[in-house]
């Protein structure tokens, strides 16, 4: 199993800051995955990121709002930009093995407030 | 498109007691798996138990089994002998086989509680 840690656990930030949200991964995974999890909600796919090539973001999300950094196999970075209220939310980080594509793990989360 | 419906946002049981937590789903695909995941207060999404659609018989881990109707697109989740420790948001979730990528879908949750 993989072992993904998070930073940071949880932040408070002023709208119109940004955010970087670090994800770290115990081993070396192909796929990585950026979920939001707003209040009370369920989760959300943001975008899918593969190393070495562009983050692939899902429906409703866009590059210019939450860009991504996938440097290595087990390093990955979500950046919430110009942030509002709307975006206080769990940011959970994910991975799978594409030789295991039915077990995919996530991290502990990442709980942000925008005041 | 693939949907996941959980129509208890929440449950309760007593200690010990059997309860059972409803999914339904929404697709056209033959080949997905099924999952249903925990998220205690910790937010650690822990994976609970998982089918494939392939499979006819039912998925068992321990105290949790599932009840697979692919024909009625039903998959609900039975907890045995209920414990203190199983009182979590449960997220039913879908994703396509393996030629479909790697996108999960999740269901709105339902919050299960234990009462002692």
């Known amino acids: 199993s993989a072992v993904i840690s998070q930073k940071p656990s949880r932040d408070i930030c002023q709208r119109g800051t940004s955010l970087t949200i670090q994800c770290q991964v115990d081993?070396?995974?192909?796929?990585m995955f950026w979920y939001r999890q707003q209040p009370g909600q369920s989760l959300t796919l943001i975008a899918t990121?593969?190393?070495?090539?562009?983050?692939?973001?899902e429906s409703g999300f866009v590059i210019d709002k939450f860009p991504i950094s996938r440097p290595n196999l087990t390093f990955s970075t979500l950046t919430v930009s110009n942030m509002s209220p709307e975006d206080s939310s769990i940011y959970l980080c994910?991975?799978?093995?594409?030789?295991?594509?039915?077990?995919?793990?996530f991290g502990p989360g990442t709980r942000l407030t925008v005041t | 498109a693939q949907t996941v419906t959980q129509s208890q946002p929440e449950m309760s049981v007593q200690e010990a007691e059997t309860v059972t937590l409803s999914c339904t789903y929404d697709?056209?695909?033959?080949?997905?798996?099924l999952f249903w995941y925990k998220q205690p207060p910790s937010r650690q999404m822990i994976l609970v138990i998982r089918?494939?659609?392939?499979?006819?018989q039912n998925a068992t881990e321990n105290r949790f089994s599932v009840n697979f109707q692919k024909a009625a697109k039903s998959f609900s989740l039975k907890i045995s002998d209920s414990q203190l420790g199983d009182a979590a948001m449960y997220f039913c979730?879908?994703?396509?086989?393996?030629?479909?990528?790697?996108?999960?879908?999740f269901g709105a949750g339902t919050r299960l509680f234990v009462k002692a």
């Open positions: 994910s991975v799978g093995e594409t030789g295991l594509l039915i077990k995919q793990y």
């Open positions: 081993s070396q995974v192909t796929m």
């Open positions: 990121a593969n190393q070495g090539s562009e983050a692939t973001y």
């Open positions: 697709t056209s695909e033959s080949d997905y798996y």
């Open positions: 089918q494939e659609a392939y499979k006819q």
């Open positions: 979730a879908y994703r396509r086989g393996n030629t479909g990528g790697f996108k999960t879908i």
